[in-house]
């Protein structure tokens, strides 16, 4: 049954004499039950809703009612046999070194427990030069994320990497990335002489 379906009277009446003080999966189970139809929660919230009723239901407890857990506080209520020991090693557990690829197909490196990853080229740039500096990112010059090769790896600008991007100067050899990043600066400077 579609929905805009017609209700008899009969139907109508069960949904108003039942809709006060019950979900719409409730009703709508009585219903189904009593008239041995099969129409969707959907349809009777939409029935109730062209006519303004409302079950008076608001999902949360009443003043009057206590949560059954209430004042229980650590209450064990089982499930000892799958907790974890303390010192229990999960069988997903990846070492300190452990390597993974991310959703961004970059190679990632575990660098501290629990579950500290950091980016394989980023490690591999920091261990010859120190921390990134804030505002800059290192790219694959070569365009290559599996070449951790530290000449390959360079570090530019949010602002340089974004020029790069726009105007393609990204290319399949670091020399040639190194040249367009020089470009890049050139229209920068450019872009500033035009504005004063």
Not at 58 to 86: M, S
């Amino acid at each position: 049954m579609g929905y805009g379906r017609k209700y008899t009277q009969e139907e109508h009446e069960f949904i108003k004499k039942y809709y006060k003080g019950r979900s719409n999966k409730e009703l709508t189970d009585m219903f189904n039950q009593h008239f041995g139809l099969d129409l969707k929660v959907s349809q009777i919230q939409s029935y109730k809703k062209n006519r303004h009723w409302d079950s008076g239901l608001t999902g949360r407890f009443e003043k009057a009612n206590r949560p059954w857990n209430k004042g229980l506080k650590g209450l064990d209520i089982g499930g000892k046999e799958t907790r974890f020991k303390k010192g229990n090693i999960p069988p997903n557990y990846r070492p300190v070194g452990s390597e993974r690829i991310n959703a961004d197909d970059y190679v990632e490196v575990k660098v501290a427990d629990p579950g500290i990853w950091k980016m394989k080229h980023v490690v591999v740039w920091e261990k010859e030069n120190g921390r990134v500096p804030k505002g800059k990112t290192i790219i694959f010059g070569d365009g290559n994320r599996r070449n951790f090769d530290i000449n390959n790896l360079l570090l530019v600008s949010r602002k340089q990497l974004l020029k790069l991007n726009q105007h393609h100067l990204i290319a399949n050899h670091a020399d040639l990335t190194k040249t367009g990043l020089m470009i890049v600066d050139i229209y920068s400077k450019i872009g500033e002489r035009k504005k004063r």
